[in-house]
């Protein structure tokens, strides 16, 4: 198992968001957390990300306890974020947000892979342009591209879809897609967008009220199933 959690319990404050999560996520596959706002979905990835230390419970990460690791402690164990708003750096030009990705890696993998622009070759027709003044859908290829050049082995990617226009979804879908079939990394995609979720998934964890509602395959979900469930 790529990376997986058990008992973790994450407060915020006096304020108890999570309970006891028990989760897995495979290399190879993505692993999509669904539920309504509110539920602990975004929490959840803080705390394995790092960026909010969890109250309690086990986060192993290819078979390793992280103990209580930092977020720059994450990244170097192979762990890359995608975040809810991008957070891309406005001021820098595409080519040195994507640079910041070189952080984590040795001087001899200073380049930005030929596959970055093969797969958003917007990226390359705006790399002089600077990152504030892409649209929304242009921050997200670069945000999921920085993440891409870290070479991770767990890949969080948090409401992807969010304020995108259609075509950028379909690319941001078959880039998925594309990272999938590599099979060396484990995808975590948070999304409420059900059919987008639902084409990439191959296991879905409910999320409710800070806890696993359910859990399961897709072979094992139905499709009227799991959308009853994030409906609810």
Do not use: W
């Amino acid at each position: 198992m790529m990376l997986e959690t058990q008992g973790l319990t994450l407060h915020y404050g006096g304020s108890q968001i999570l309970y006891g999560i028990d989760f897995a996520a495979k290399a190879g596959e993505v692993t999509c957390i669904m539920g309504t706002n509110g539920v602990g979905k975004t929490s959840f990835l803080k705390a394995l990300a790092g960026s909010h230390p969890r109250s309690g419970g086990l986060v192993r990460l290819g078979g390793e306890d992280v103990g209580r690791a930092r977020a720059q402690d994450m990244a170097r164990r192979g762990l890359a974020v995608v975040p809810q708003g991008r957070m891309i750096f406005p001021l820098l030009t595409v080519r040195e947000n994507l640079e910041t990705g070189y952080a984590l890696l040795p001087r001899a993998e200073h380049k930005i892979p030929d596959e970055i622009f093969d797969l958003f070759p917007v990226l390359k027709d705006m790399a002089h342009r600077r990152g504030g003044d892409l649209s929304g859908g242009q921050q997200q290829q670069l945000a999921i591209a920085r993440a891409m050049i870290m070479k991770p082995r767990v890949l969080l990617l948090d409401e992807p879809t969010e304020g995108i226009q259609p075509n950028i979804i379909q690319q941001i879908g078959r880039v998925i897609e594309y990272l999938k079939g590599k099979g060396d990394m484990a995808i975590i995609l948070v999304e409420q967008f059900f059919d987008f979720a639902y084409g990439l998934a191959d296991q879905f964890y409910v999320f409710r009220r800070g806890s696993v509602a359910m859990q399961g395959s897709k072979a094992e979900l139905t499709r009227d199933i799991l959308r009853a469930e994030v409906s609810v």
